[in-house]
């Protein structure tokens, strides 16, 4: 039972933060490992691996509500989108544009979406008990999910991509941590109460607070070419963004009577619970950092 002001009498808060901070340093370590030392296609198994994982969980929520995924369609796509754009960009010719090159890996993304639609379709037209919900969710676990997160893999390819991924990552990680530390002791002004009572305002603000710092320092230790003012844009960007994939998420469960998406992360649930953030992060930061290259004359 929580309180008005967002504590709990057993003490619980402190201990579920712990679980929580130690499951994310830990998740985030092994991605950071596989960002900085693994390249691009080891980084693009991983992507794959989590999207499988993520996927699985959306279409296990669906099915709660008698819908009926194809899900060897969907994870099959998923787990091909990362990996064969990841391939894509390692076998696209050197350039000093690295833009080119990740648009390059451009392909293997679109590709395979194009291919799991002409497929969920066929499925669609050949067996009678499929209905359009079917289809329609089958395909947008897949976007939702992989389409987006794929933009990590894509991310790697600009200049810098390594540390911008990672700063990508961390940014993600200090928000929901601080969100978490700040909201869950001092939240007074709830964020959304309908679609998740535990969300405020004072941990949006610090989380918001974090995810900006991590982008400012981006500039001062990173060649990018951007501005100051662009990176701190930018890291606004990305804290809305972690809020609304998180929120949508919160809305998906709360829609079908979920509480979690999995259990396999101590303090998160699943991996859903775990990257719905990073899944609207991923393309919010990509883009970002494109447009901000196209404006200021940055060779991304």
Do not use: C
Not at 240 to 246: M, Q
């Amino acid at each position: 039972m929580t309180q008005v002001d967002g504590t709990h009498p057993s003490g619980r808060p402190m201990k579920d933060f712990s679980i929580r901070a130690v499951s994310a340093i830990l998740l985030g370590t092994a991605q950071l490992v596989a960002v900085i030392w693994g390249g691009t296609l080891w980084w693009g198994v991983v992507i794959a691996a989590i999207a499988v994982m993520a996927t699985t969980e959306f279409y296990a929520i669906t099915r709660s509500e008698h819908r009926k995924p194809n899900e060897v369609f969907g994870l099959i796509a998923v787990a091909t989108m990362p990996v064969l754009t990841a391939w894509y960009l390692t076998s696209a010719p050197r350039a000093a544009d690295r833009l080119a090159v990740a648009q390059h890996g451009l392909l293997g993304l679109t590709g395979t979406l194009a291919a799991l639609v002409v497929a969920a379709l066929v499925w669609h037209l050949v067996f009678r008990q499929v209905t359009a919900s079917d289809t329609a969710i089958t395909v947008f676990g897949v976007v939702y999910v992989g389409f987006t997160l794929t933009h990590l893999v894509l991310m790697r390819e600009l200049d810098s991509g390594t540390e911008l991924v990672v700063a990508t990552i961390v940014s993600v990680w200090l928000n929901d941590i601080l969100a978490y530390a700040v909201g869950s002791p001092f939240g007074r002004h709830k964020l959304a109460p309908h679609i998740s009572p535990q969300k405020s305002w004072e941990g949006l603000i610090a989380g918001t607070v974090g995810t900006v710092a991590v982008w400012i320092a981006v500039g001062f230790t990173t060649q990018t070419g951007l501005p100051l003012a662009w990176l701190a844009a930018t890291g606004l960007a990305i804290s809305a963004a972690a809020v609304l994939g998180d929120l949508a998420e919160s809305r998906l469960k709360r829609e079908t009577g979920v509480k979690d998406s999995g259990r396999l992360l101590p303090g998160h649930g699943g991996f859903l619970d775990r990257f719905d953030s990073m899944i609207m992060v991923s393309v919010v930061s990509f883009y970002m950092l494109v447009l901000g290259g196209l404006l200021f004359g940055v060779a991304r």
